[in-house]
């Protein structure tokens, strides 16, 4: 079975630096081309990412990956587009597959049955619903007891791989299947669920929250992730063309407006300690991100002027939580 190459590519000892993009165009990546993710899905990418990040850190993924768009459309029976050792498990249990893997593979090595100075790394992959939801149980069990491990969420707001049902990370007013905007509400009515503090709330070495449309960033996290003895906790945004009802070709623009608007904001907690890794000059108004999607289309319909208000000012208040926390 081909692998990621365990050899590493670059230095990233100090202060993790991510190698210039040209340099790992040749990354042997853990996931083949020709899976069945939709045109324009960006959890592909991100996948890309992680790989790119670990062949640059010199390290071998083994991923356990919960069910959802990923896990469907890339191992679609019996093809397989994964070249990294790849765990199918329930909707529900990633962290705790992940779990067993990781004290299995330190057990062995104990016992001198696998050898010591291989660098890998073992990754739980989930989306929102396998994560903030369903799989959030098991993810706070592997939290609490500090397995050697990164989990991954990507964030897509919703369920998508089974048509587009809320969420606890749905955003407040987006339009899914199960409360889609109408005469009885105007959309979802509850607010985003914020993870990354629950997670962050678990006393881990590193949480951080990253977009693929700033792939250096991403990037220099899951280096330090990896790095990482103990559990990482990565909250990575994922636009969905199909769920958002949002071009195809905007995907890394979408991801882009996010984290300009304030919307996604990116930062990391080291050890308990809150960092902002980026403050935009100028805060674009929420506005400008939700143009992009139908999912928020009724917003803007005449009268409804207020929905975009109380979105605006469900982001304007984990702001200015988010700067608070830094000053701790
Ligand atoms: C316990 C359980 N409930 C429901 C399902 C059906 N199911 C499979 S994937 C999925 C949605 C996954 O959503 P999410 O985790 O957000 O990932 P995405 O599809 O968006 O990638 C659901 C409801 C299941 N497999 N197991």
Known sequence: MAQVS????????G?????????????REGIAPGHRLCTGCVAGIIL????MAAEAAG????IANATGCVEVCTSIYPHTSWKVPWIHNAFENAAATISGVEAAYKALKRKGMLPSDKKVKFVALGGDGGTYDIGFQSLSGALERGHDFIYVCYDNEAYM?????????????AATTTQPAGKVIPGK??????????AAAHGIPYVAQAAPSHFNDFMRKFIKALNTKGPSYLNVFCTCPRGWRAKEE??????RLAVETNYWPLFEVEDGKWKINYKPKERKPIEEFLKKQGRFKHMFKPGNEYLIKELQEDVD???ERLLKLEQL
């Open 6 to 13: 365990d050899k590493p590519k670059f230095v990233t000892k």
């Open 15 to 27: 202060e993790i630096k991510v190698p210039p993009i040209r340099d790992l165009t040749d990354s």
């Open 48 to 51: 890309r990412q992680m790989f």
């Open 59 to 62: 390290y071998t993924l083994v």
């Open 161 to 173: 791989n089974t048509g587009i049902q809320r969420s606890s990370a749905t955003p407040r007013h």
């Open 189 to 198: 009515p509850q607010p985003k669920k914020w993870m990354p503090e629950i």
């Open 250 to 255: 905007e995907g890394i623009l979408i991801s």
């Open 317 to 319: 208040k984990r702001w």
